[in-house]
């Protein structure tokens, strides 16, 4: 029988000529016909009443669910019938913590796969600039990717440009310089540490090149040119286009500038947005009163926007990456400089918990980036202080990734209500993991087995582009524990694929409060889906490292077809 009517939203489908038939099955069509039905497959509805045949979409939402039969009676004329054959049918994909595509400008490293390939594309790249100019590479590559699990430091990067000023990013929170970057900026031997951040060394004392979290302020890379607006906006489209080439119906930004959030409310209100954002505001560096004044008198109000683009909170935090994540024990060794070296934190622990209070007294949702087991203690002590305030527990402030969680954390989480959003590092940085905090640490990062066992609400994403942003190999590593250079790292910590699912879609809707909304496909829920080629709960691994998409429907719109 075909479920008709929304049975959670509260969707009103009258106008439609559905409104009549009520919960029965459908003895004739209905006045006006669905605009997009999808018969003879496995649809995954996550939820009442579980896997149907058919699925009927109408004004953006989830019409009617059930046989292929009763919903091919709701096509019309101008309906558009999609033919599954067999195929599976699963809600829209998310990343709960996505920054951008990647690329831009500088030299590219996502291809490298070994140091002679750093080394040579920075040597063609000095053969094109003049003598003394600045090269700088892109940012979205990993250590991970190459063969030798190691950065290049200054020694290899003077041999690449004798000469020339060389600062090679890595992600969001390193640099790595050669002899004459170093000169160029003044940093030697007698620099002072940052606090919050760490300059690199070799075994002898000299600076091998690392500049980490605030360490980087002592470099000023110069600013890129400022695109035009139009030109922002087509890079936009076609940025969301790729993700939804994947599957993604949504994605939440975790800490960007207004401009941004302006950019793409503009795009939404040139009908040009094939995605919906949930956008979280940066906060100042380090925060404070009065530079967080200043921010808020600038931004968009929390909650603002609507189904397709809305400000969800503020991003802050409180310790490093990969090289800086905060702990309780010290990094292994030489990491751990003779077990002094804890990692880092980025902000004094008063200012911290005095800016989670204000913006708690002002209303706004905070979220936190915690890597480490001690980032995750401060985080909590902030929020509770705030949570003596006035109660946050039905606010679902948020951990941003959580490597490192211990079990005395778990209580402490639950009784705040607190979201964790999880993403999949341990893929690409596993042998960078290993060497910075042992092995026993590493395998435990991001343990999304021990949060759902714990009751903590958990979403998934990428971090991307420090990971690359495909969700399938998001979901791959969380059903498997697989990486892509260190082999299988605790399997007991791998998800099941439907726990996986769940949290790439409904969890990601009670993350951003949206769960009578989306996240499901049940009737009344937002039509956001995704066709794909083989059964992702039962196809066989490694399937959805691979796994192709056929077709992506946001509120009931085609944005991808195969």
């Excluded at 019309?76 to 699963?90: A, F, M, Y």
């Excluded at 003049?130 to 190459?146: F, K, M, S, Y």
């Excluded at 139009?230 to 286009?241: N, P, Q, R």
């Excluded at 690359?468 to 910590?493: E, N």
């Amino acid at each position: 029988m075909a479920t008709i009517l929304p049975s959670r939203a509260g969707v009103a489908l009258a106008a439609l000529g559905f409104a009549a038939l009520g919960l029965a099955a459908c003895s004739e069509a209905p006045s006006e016909a669905a605009d997009l039905v999808l018969v003879d497959g496995e649809i995954l509805t996550m939820g009442e009443p579980g896997t149907v045949e058919a699925l009927a979409v109408a004004d953006g939402r989830v019409a009617a669910v059930g046989t292929s039969e009763e919903v091919r009676a709701l096509a019309g004329p101008d309906t558009r019938v999609v033919e599954l054959g067999g195929r599976t049918v699963i809600p829209g994909l998310t990343d709960n913590h996505y920054h951008g595509i990647g690329g831009g400008p500088g030299v590219d490293l996502t291809g490298a796969r070994s140091m002679a390939d750093v080394i040579d594309a920075i040597a063609a790249a000095a053969l094109e600039t003049a003598p003394g100019e600045l090269i700088v590479t892109n940012r979205d590559w990993h250590e991970g990717q190459l063969a030798e699990h190691r950065l290049p430091y200054r020694d290899d990067l003077d041999g690449a440009a004798p000469g020339q000023p060389v600062v090679v990013v890595r992600g969001g929170h390193e640099y790595v310089l050669n002899s004459a970057a170093l000169a160029r900026w003044g940093v030697d031997e007698s620099t002072p540490e940052v606090p919050g951040g760490r300059i690199g060394r070799y075994p002898d004392g000299r600076l091998n090149g690392e500049l980490v979290d605030r360490a980087k302020d002592l470099v000023t890379l110069p600013a890129a040119a400022p695109p035009a607006p139009a030109a922002v906006l087509d890079a936009l489209a076609e940025e969301y286009a790729a993700l939804n080439a994947r599957g993604l119906t949504s994605i939440r930004y975790p800490g960007g500038p207004p401009e941004q959030y302006r950019a793409i409310e503009r795009l939404r209100d040139e009908g040009r947005l094939t995605l919906r954002v949930n956008y979280v505001l940066r906060a100042p560096r380090g925060a404070g009163a009065p530079p967080l004044a200043d921010a808020l008198a600038t931004w968009p109000a929390m909650d603002e926007g609507d189904e397709w683009l809305r400000v969800g909170g503020v991003k802050l935090g409180v310790d490093g990456g990969f090289e800086g994540g905060l702990m309780r024990e010290p990094y292994e060794e030489p990491w751990g400089e003779g077990g002094t070296f804890h990692g880092l934190q980025t902000v004094p622990t008063e200012r911290f918990i005095e800016t989670v209070r204000e913006l708690h007294r002002q209303g706004w949702r905070v979220a936190t980036h915690a890597v480490g087991d001690a980032a995750i203690d401060l985080v909590l002590d902030g929020y509770e202080a705030a949570h003596a305030d006035a109660p946050i527990d039905g606010l679902r402030w948020v951990i941003e990734h959580g490597f490192i969680p211990r079990d005395d954390h778990f209580p402490r989480m639950r009784a705040l209500g607190l979201s964790v959003t999880a993403q999949n590092h341990l893929y690409v940085a596993a042998p960078s993991l290993v060497k910075y905090w042992g092995a026993e640490r590493a395998a435990w990062t991001t343990p999304v087995r021990a949060y759902l066992d714990a009751g903590i609400p958990v979403s998934l994403g990428t971090d991307s582009p420090v990971i690359p942003w495909d969700p399938w190999w998001m979901l791959h590593h969380f059903t498997t524990r697989g990486t892509i250079s260190a082999g299988v790292l605790d399997p007991a910590q791998a998800i099941t694929r439907e726990e996986a699912l769940r949290a790439a879609t409904s969890a990601y809707a009670h993350l951003t409060f949206e769960e009578n909304e989306k996240g499901t496909l049940e009737v009344g829920m937002a039509a956001d889906l995704v066709v794909t080629t083989d059964h992702v709960l039962e196809c066989e691994d490694p399937c959805l490292e691979s796994m192709e998409v056929d077709l992506t429907v946001v509120g009931g719109r085609i944005v991808y077809e195969r």
